[in-house]
């Protein structure tokens, strides 16, 4: 199948500071991208879509300035954290599609802020 | 709005033991239903999906059957392996080409 890298794989930052988190279609290019959630022992949850070109489509209740999606390329979404704090530490994974076909997931990010 | 209930783990099972991982879902219309999974250190995969009532999505083994008069997608495989051990998740397919997931079952299988 399709491959998406996601990276890092695991980040600790500082509180206040920000993280980038890389989201890459290597073998294909992705009309869409999805950004999700997973907080110990929940579901991952819908955070964002991004579609090329565009700005990103937020979930009610996620923060547009707090979580910055850039896809800038049809290979390539970016998250970034901005002023990290220790409740944003989660796992973040990313996953991307092409048209009607299966998305397919990232390895995920574990952030964790200190 | 669309949710999907997953039985919790971890469940641990011997090699060769039969598997149920119960999965069920509450939605507006009929969507596809899917289940991941997730080896450890790995990004999710797709395992195996229904796109309508009555299909049947097998694959390695595993089956599940989209049940729309009990709106469940229970995945089954008779006689699991160690290599099966990972979270498994059911999911069903939104109206944004997202998908809302349950919260994962971890299987753990033990030689």
């Known amino acids: 199948g399709a491959v998406v890298s996601q990276h890092p794989s695991r980040v600790i930052c500082k509180s206040g500071t920000s993280v980038k988190i890389e989201c890459r279609s290597l073998d294909f290019q992705a009309t869409t991208m999805f950004w999700y959630r997973q907080f110990p022992k929940q579901s991952l949850m819908l955070m964002a879509t991004?579609?090329?070109?565009?700005?990103?489509?937020?979930e009610q209740g996620v923060e547009k300035d707090k979580f910055l999606i850039n896809h800038a390329s049809l290979t390539l979404s970016t998250l970034t954290v901005t002023s990290a704090h220790p409740e944003d530490s989660s796992f973040y994974i990313c996953s991307a599609k092409v048209m009607n076909t299966e998305a397919f997931f990232g390895q995920g990010t574990r952030l964790t802020v200190v | 709005g669309n949710s999907v209930t997953q039985m919790e783990g971890p469940v641990t099972l011997s090699e060769e033991a039969f598997l149920t991982i119960n999965c069920t879902y509450t939605a507006t219309g009929y969507p596809s239903l899917f289940w991941y999974v997730q080896y450890p250190g790995e990004g999710l995969q797709l395992l195996l999906k229904a796109t309508k009532a009555d299909d049947k999505g097998s694959n390695k083994g595993f089956e599940a059957t989209y049940r729309k008069e009990t709106t469940s997608f229970h995945l089954e495989k008779g006689s699991v392996q160690v290599s099966d051990s990972a979270v498994y998740f059911c999911a069903l397919g939104g109206s944004q080409g997202n998908l809302i997931f349950g919260k994962g079952t971890k299987l753990s299988v033990k030689p």
């Open positions: 991004s579609n090329e070109g565009s700005k990103a489509t937020y």
